[in-house]
């Protein structure tokens, strides 16, 4: 690789020759964590890692034309050999990545300009989560699911019939009077609660824990052995689709109604937005509320609603152009502080440690933070002088949880409005929960140490 890293140098800079090193190197790295990701259900390196890599090969692109290949427009990986492989009819793309409020206000400024709306017509688009799994596709003939298949490159996924066929969720039979061929697609995922009891479970029984929920979903569907995943709790969403021989209504929304009234789950968060003020209050407001949804996300998905509209807008490369996935940010995510435990380490110092309503950070699941110390829970920093504009931190306050890398994720910052009405100052103790010693804090220092000494465990 380049003594540069691939984010560092101005694309503009760069030579033809330049280019083309680094454009190999990037491909690479992308054509490897695909398959670590989606073939072998192990990533190498995180979302937001992989997002930045994809935003510089299209940047290099964008100047030098003649270096795209074939990883510029893939979605996947080719499906692994150990399963039958499938055809999709209609590929299963992906979607273009928005990290900003601006680029969401960018994407439906571009819609809009495409066909040609003046500012007086209306464009509504839905806004959903975007589930943090696997991607599934069902094939039900005659009203019978006759395959399932997961996304693989896009165009060739696996065969995991056998496997989906035990997920509960997922209904053998349509209803009465639904098209001949439907084609419905969405997410396997599996939710907290039933992870941490599996990662217990797998611990107890001499196995390894998964690292995060969609790890344990993905791996859990590609099983050789269909007992094994009937024995894992999976789940699916529904929210999308591919070949249908008709087409039960106009708009994203009226289908995906169909498909709930067909049996299937959809998510109760999705709404319609006619504005993109609506849509960015829908955004934030989500992002605070993830930790208490119960499975992952990692951002919402705007569509717009009018099928036709979505038919002149079409695609471009990888994605269509009437869809758009705002994504979280990647160490940070919101959750509620539960309590907080004090730990007394090796030389008697008190850390306070907040407990949490886990939440996924950075492909991890954290439910413990550092609260660094007294002052620190008291909103003053080390200068004295306040931090986080003086806010304090409560149990039941949602909070900011911060990772990045490998630094023990941090408390950031608390959301005054949602602090509940009873919640109190925190007491910090002045008793080593340890030994029972008196906990004393010497002047100018920033923590409270034990005074026990040897009795103290």
Excluded at 46 to 71: C, Q
Excluded at 155 to 173: D, K, L, M, Q, S
Excluded at 181 to 194: K, N, P, Q
Excluded at 277 to 292: N, T, V
Aim: with cysteine; net charge negative; hydrophobic share 45%.
């Amino acid at each position: 690789m380049p003594s540069e890293t691939p984010l560092d140098r101005d694309v503009a800079a760069l030579s033809e020759a330049e280019a083309a090193a680094e454009h190999a190197v990037i491909a690479a790295r992308i054509a490897e964590a695909d398959i670590r990701y989606h073939q072998e259900d192990a990533p190498t390196i995180s979302d937001a890692d992989y997002d930045a890599l994809r935003r510089r090969l299209y940047a290099i692109e964008a100047r030098f034309p003649a270096l795209k290949s074939a990883v510029s427009t893939s979605v996947g990986a080719a499906p692994a050999g150990k399963f039958a492989k499938v055809r999709h009819v209609v590929p299963m793309l992906s979607l273009d990545n928005a990290f900003a409020d601006q680029d969401v206000v960018d994407f439906v400024d571009r819609a809009r300009r495409f066909l040609g709306l003046d500012a007086g017509q209306a464009l509504p688009f839905t806004a959903e989560p975007k589930i943090d799994g696997l991607s599934l596709s069902l094939r039900y003939e005659g009203g019978r699911l006759v395959t399932a298949a997961t996304r693989g490159d896009g165009y060739e996924g696996e065969n995991v019939t056998a496997n989906a066929r035990t997920i509960t969720e997922i209904p053998e039979n349509l209803p009465a009077g639904v098209p001949e061929i439907v084609e419905i697609r969405g997410e396997c995922y599996m939710g907290h609660a039933d992870f941490a009891a599996l990662n217990a479970r797998m611990l107890e029984e001499g196995g390894k824990a998964f690292m995060n929920p969609r790890n344990a979903a993905a791996g859990s569907l590609r099983q050789f052995d269909a007992k094994i995943t009937a024995a894992r709790p999976l789940k699916f969403f529904a929210y999308a689709w591919g070949e249908m021989s008709a087409l039960p209504a106009t708009t994203q929304m009226g289908m995906v109604e169909a498909f709930a009234a067909w049996g299937l789950p959809t998510n109760p968060r999705m709404r319609i937005c006619t504005a993109v003020d609506e849509a960015l209050e829908f955004y934030h407001a989500l992002e605070e509320d993830r930790a208490g949804l119960g499975y992952d996300i990692d951002g919402v998905v705007y569509k717009v609603n009018e099928l036709a509209l979505q038919n002149r807008l079409g695609f471009v490369s990888r994605s269509p152009r009437w869809a758009i996935a705002h994504k979280f940010p990647a160490e940070q995510a919101f959750t509620v502080l539960e309590g907080i435990d004090i730990q007394v380490g090796r030389t008697g110092a008190l850390t306070p440690v907040a407990r949490l309503n886990p939440v996924t950070v950075g492909g991890v699941v954290v439910s413990n933070a550092t609260l660094h110390n007294e002052d620190y829970i008291k909103g003053i920093g080390a200068d004295g002088a306040p931090i986080r504009g003086g806010r304090d931190i409560r149990i039941g306050d949602t909070v900011i949880i911060q990772r990045a890398g490998d630094v023990i994720p941090q408390v950031v910052d608390i959301d005054l409005a949602k602090r509940p009405a009873d919640a109190k100052p925190y007491v910090f103790p002045t008793v080593c929960p340890a030994c029972g010693s008196h906990a004393v804090r010497e002047e100018g220092e920033a923590v409270r140490r034990c005074t026990g000494a040897l009795i103290c465990p």
